[in-house]
């Protein structure tokens, strides 16, 4: 069985730019999470999606936004980007909503904003 | 202050020795995971503990959830090169929010 996929792997963008990342769950996999790693703030969770449907977000700003399809693959948008948006973001996903006891994380994007 | 606390940051150790690192808080927490992510790749979990008091073996890694489940702790036994990497622990807190602890990043050297 296939593993959770995030293209593309590197991304280098300038501030002001925005990116879209993309996130392929597991096979039969319906949630999707998205959580953004730094060296100096750690594993932060950005959103979980089911469904389609946004179920919980965490504290970031607007312009972090996402979007899951009927497939359950999932992308996340960030605009008018920011230094401190460098990072590697990892992408996670389970069976259902909520269910961290299968949650699968994807090897990540790392993105750096120049 | 972060939820989760993870200690020590950093530990270096030689091939066979044993080690053991924490994660302490001071909220009460449903259940704790841990988690190990290696360079170049996302965490991958290793363990979920529940019950207060629990004990979890996974081959030469001890996992034990504190009695009051607001602390855990990973014992490594003659820890082995491919051991190193960034242990996370991880709590779920309502609707699938993961909090994360800063991890703590192990090196066994051959």
Same mark, same amino acid.
């Given at each position: 069985k296939a593993g959770v996929t995030q &293209?593309?792997?590197y991304l280098i963008k300038t501030r002001g730019q /925005?990116? &879209?990342?993309?996130?392929?769950?597991?096979?039969?996999?319906?949630?999707?999470s998205w959580y953004q790693q730094?060296? @100096? /703030?750690? !594993? #932060?969770? !950005?959103f979980e999606y089911f469904s389609e449907t946004q179920r919980n977000k965490g504290n970031f700003p607007g312009r972090f936004s996402g979007r899951q399809f009927s497939n359950s693959r999932s992308e996340m948008n960030v605009s008018t980007l920011e230094l401190g948006d460098?990072?590697?973001? $990892?992408?996670? +996903?389970?069976? %259902?909503? @909520?269910?961290?006891? *299968? #949650?699968?994380? @994807?090897?990540?994007?790392r993105l750096t904003v120049l | 202050t972060q939820l989760l606390? #993870? +200690?020590?940051?950093? $530990?270096?150790? #030689?091939? @066979?020795?044993? $080690? &053991?690192?924490?994660?302490?808080s001071s909220s009460v927490f449903s259940s704790l995971q841990w988690y190990r992510q290696e360079p170049g790749e996302g965490p991958v979990l290793l363990v979920t503990v529940v019950t207060g008091g629990e004990v979890k073996k996974l081959k030469r890694l *001890?996992? /034990?959830?504190?009695?009051?489940?607001?602390?855990?702790? $990973?014992?490594? &036994?003659? %820890?082995?090169?491919?051991? *190193?990497?960034?242990y996370l622990c991880a709590v779920p807190l309502n609707n699938n929010d993961m909090r994360f602890g800063a991890g703590t990043r192990l090196t066994v050297k051959p």
């Open positions: &293209t593309p792997r /925005q990116v &879209t990342l993309s996130c392929s769950p597991i096979s039969g996999h319906r949630s999707v730094t060296p @100096g /703030q750690g !594993l #932060q969770f !950005l460098s990072a590697l973001y $990892l992408c996670a +996903s389970s069976l %259902a909503a @909520g269910d961290t006891d *299968t #949650q699968y994380f @994807g090897p990540g994007t | 606390e #993870q +200690s020590p940051q950093f $530990l270096s150790i #030689q091939e @066979g020795e044993n $080690l &053991t690192v924490y994660c302490n *001890t996992f /034990q959830f504190g009695d009051a489940r607001k602390d855990s702790s $990973l014992h490594i &036994t003659a %820890a082995q090169p491919g051991d *190193t990497g960034l």
